[in-house]
């Protein structure tokens, strides 16, 4: 019965912690990372994967930006993410994955128009493990094919960097 009382005590605990803690997306991927480390011999909840968002600066949108598709170049797409730099969407997957492949660019709109906007992406599996990065970026540019081998992880960041000059149009 003690054991019982501790995890129910923790469970509290982070409940309380929760409720007063104005904790970010970050912060509450770790903290359910180190609850299923805890209690690991708890059955493992069934994934169709998804996407958690660790860090963004606005809106993440998908398959448009506000009520329009994405534009890359001159080109249209009605499938993908919009993200204001920095972002660093965490995908998870509900098997090991072999291969992403995308296009990336600065989409056209009323902020970016004639050339704004200075972004970095990357595909990156943990902490400072990148497995593509982009040259910067800037509106009007046509949309760079990515491809990269995702070595079976069943999980990787997509993140999206200012290019160190700040985030106006990023």
Not at 24 to 42: H, L, S, T
């Amino acid at each position: 019965m003690k054991h019982g009382f501790s995890i129910c005590g923790v469970l509290l605990g982070l409940a309380s912690a929760l409720a007063h803690a104005d904790a970010g997306p970050g912060e509450m991927y770790e903290m359910r990372r180190w609850v299923d480390a805890k209690f690991q011999n708890a059955a493992p909840a069934e994934s169709s994967g998804g996407i958690v968002i660790l860090e963004q600066f606005d809106h993440v949108w998908q398959n448009c930006r506000v009520d329009r598709p994405l534009m890359l170049g001159t080109r249209a797409y009605r499938r993908g993410l919009f993200t204001h730099a920095p972002s660093d969407l965490l995908v998870q997957l509900p098997a090991p994955g072999k291969t992403l492949t995308a296009r990336a660019g600065v989409d056209t709109n009323s902020q970016t128009q004639g050339g704004g906007g200075s972004v970095v992406f990357a595909v990156g599996l943990g902490e400072g493990r990148d497995l593509f990065t982009s040259p910067v970026l800037h509106e009007g540019m046509p949309a760079l094919p990515v491809s990269v081998d995702l070595e079976g992880a069943t999980e990787f960041h997509l993140r999206v960097s200012d290019a160190g000059d700040g985030i106006a149009c990023d």
